[in-house]
C-alpha cells in the first residue's frame, strides 16, 4: 500500500501552502526546471535536507522511538514535496518503490547524485513503513505537522525582536542569520497523541525488527 493520488495531492497542497506563506520560490506543479531555477545550490540543499531526515529515522528507529520515527517520516515528506516543487515535478503515487528490506536499511547512498535517485531511494524506504502506519494515521500526522509548521508565521508583527521581519498574506515572518524565528504562539505538533488515539501495528512489526 502506498500512498493515494489524493493524498499525494492533499499533503502537496499544504507544502505549497508553507512555501507560498514563507515565500520561499518554486515552478508551477507540471514544468520541469528552467536554466535558472532550481539552481545547483537549492537542489543540493534539498538533498542535504533529505539525507539528515533518512538518517534522523534512522536514529529513531534504532532508538525504538515510535513518535520520533512517524515525525521523520513526516518530515521526509515534507522535504520532499518541498523539492518536487521546487522542480516542478508531479508526485504521483506510482513514485514509492515496490521492494524495501526494513532490516537492511544503513543509511543514505553514496553513489545518488541527482534528485529522481534521491526520489526514488525515498520511496522505497517510505512504502513499507506507510504499509504499517496505516495512512489514516499518516494523514492525520502530516497535517498536525503541517499545522505546526504553518504555526510558525507571526499573526502580528514582532516587536522589539532582533531580525529581520517580512509582511506577507499569511502574517509576518521573522528571520535571524536565515532562519525563521517562531513566534510566542508556536505549537508543537503532538504526534504522541494522534498515535495514541488511532492505534498501529509500526512498533511490532518495525521497532521490533532493530
Not at 539525507?51 to 521523520?72: C, F, G, P
Not at 536499511?105 to 513503513?129: A, C, K
Amino acid at each position: 500500500m502506498s500512498l493515494s493520488l489524493q493524498q499525494h495531492q492533499r499533503f502537496m497542497g499544504c507544502v505549497q501552502e508553507f512555501m507560498n506563506a514563507f515565500q520561499q520560490p518554486y515552478l508551477h506543479v507540471g514544468f520541469f526546471g528552467s536554466e535558472n531555477f532550481p539552481t545547483k545550490e537549492v537542489v543540493d540543499a534539498r538533498m542535504e535536507m533529505l539525507r539528515e531526515e533518512v538518517i534522523e529515522l534512522e536514529v529513531a528507529e534504532r532508538k525504538r522511538s515510535d513518535v520520533e520515527a512517524l515525525d521523520a517520516i513526516v518530515d521526509i515528506l515534507y522535504v520532499m514535496y518541498g523539492g518536487a516543487l521546487e522542480q516542478g515535478f508531479v508526485v504521483e503515487s506510482g513514485l514509492v518503490a515496490e521492494s524495501f528490506n526494513l532490516t537492511s536499511f544503513h543509511g543514505w547512498p553514496d553513489e545518488m547524485d541527482t534528485y529522481n535517485d534521491v526520489l526514488q531511494f525515498i520511496g522505497s524506504i517510505l512504502r513499507p513503513r506507510i504499509e504499517l502506519f496505516g495512512q489514516e494515521l499518516l494523514h492525520r500526522a502530516f497535517l498536525e505537522v503541517h499545522r505546526s509548521n504553518m504555526s510558525k508565521v507571526w499573526k502580528e508583527e514582532p516587536a522589539n525582536e532582533p531580525g529581520v521581519s517580512t509582511k506577507t498574506k499569511d502574517g509576518w515572518i521573522l528571520k535571524r542569520n536565515g532562519k525563521v524565528v517562531k513566534p510566542p504562539t508556536y505549537s508543537k505538533a503532538d504526534l504522541a497523541k494522534i498515535l495514541d488515539e488511532i492505534g498501529y501495528r509500526y512498533r511490532k512489526k518495525i521497532l521490533a525488527s532493530f
